[in-house]
């Protein structure tokens, strides 16, 4: 009798003969990511070269979900953590998903990109953030997902590379759900005690129940070269004026009171005025913009940002 761990194993074994770097037509969603996987072969990171093993997520390969949770504030905002399901003893492989790549979905003829806020190289687990949409055939399969179901991945797919040796100012622009993707994009600088580089995190949403990974943030924040601001031009609280104006004044002492320590946030939308703010020639370190969001965010932002930090464009890199 076969069990589902062999049949696991046998159609990974039998994926890994094929060619992993084969991108055909098929392999693109449709959805017009800023970073298609027809555009962007895989390439092996600095420490998957040094491990000098396999990064088992090249071709399409199962992972099980071995959690699920809603977001407190919106039950249409999910949290998945998916493991490997092939479990080897002698596996020679790892996950290697580098900060600023996502990975494909497939269910069927279904596909849809996801970037891992979270990803253990080793343990071969990652975590993503979904927002289910209403009518979207991968939000229905998502929606349904249960604990130890099986999900099919491959990637990383994506063009952003960071050198540590070089000193930089990030500004790190994020909308919404997007703000994901750039959670390990902090970390990676954060966590290198040489890199001198300063990271400015600006975060769009709706209002401070929809900022999402908020405690992540405040971890952030710990760190001297670490400082963000959020943007939440539709914050409203039940006082008279703010309900007047149907949104929160700027003095709202409510908004004031529900701020944590080194917690920055203004009621107001990000804009050109807001990004010159930042633009302090005096701090050294080349002027780099991470902009994460849906494509109208990420066009408007880079022509924002270009004019208002005074970058070059080949340093704006939309995820």
Known sequence: MVTEEQDLKRESLASEEQDPFVIQESDC?????????????????RRLLLAGKRNVILPYTKFRLIWRESHPANDTVLFLHLRH????????????IPPGHHVMLRDGSLL???????????????????????????SQKLASVQVNDILEFRGPIGNYQYDASVTKCLFII??????APTLPLVRQVLENEDDMSRIWHLVCSRDLQHVY??????????NWNYKSCLYLPHQQCGSSACQAADHCLPECLELAKSLRYKEAAKISRLDISELSSFANQNIPGTRVAIIAGDSRFQENMKE??????????????LL
Not at 29 to 45: A, E, M, R, V
Not at 85 to 90: L, P, R
Not at 114 to 126: G, N, Q, T
Not at 213 to 222: Q, V
């Open 29 to 45: 969603c449709g959805n017009g990511c800023t970073n298609c996987i027809l555009d962007n072969k895989p390439k092996p990171s």
């Open 304 to 317: 924002m940002a270009t004019k208002a930090l005074d970058l070059e464009p080949a340093n704006v890199y």
């Open 174 to 179: 994020c909308q919404g759900v997007a703000i």
């Open 85 to 96: 399901a092939v479990n080897e003893e002698d596996d020679e492989s790892v996950l290697d």
């Open 213 to 222: 990974f908020r405690e992540e943030l405040l971890e952030f924040a710990r």
């Open 112 to 138: 849809r990109p996801y970037s891992p806020y979270w990803s253990d190289f080793l343990a071969k687990e990652f975590r993503i953030l979904v927002k289910l949409q209403s009518g979207g055939g991968m």
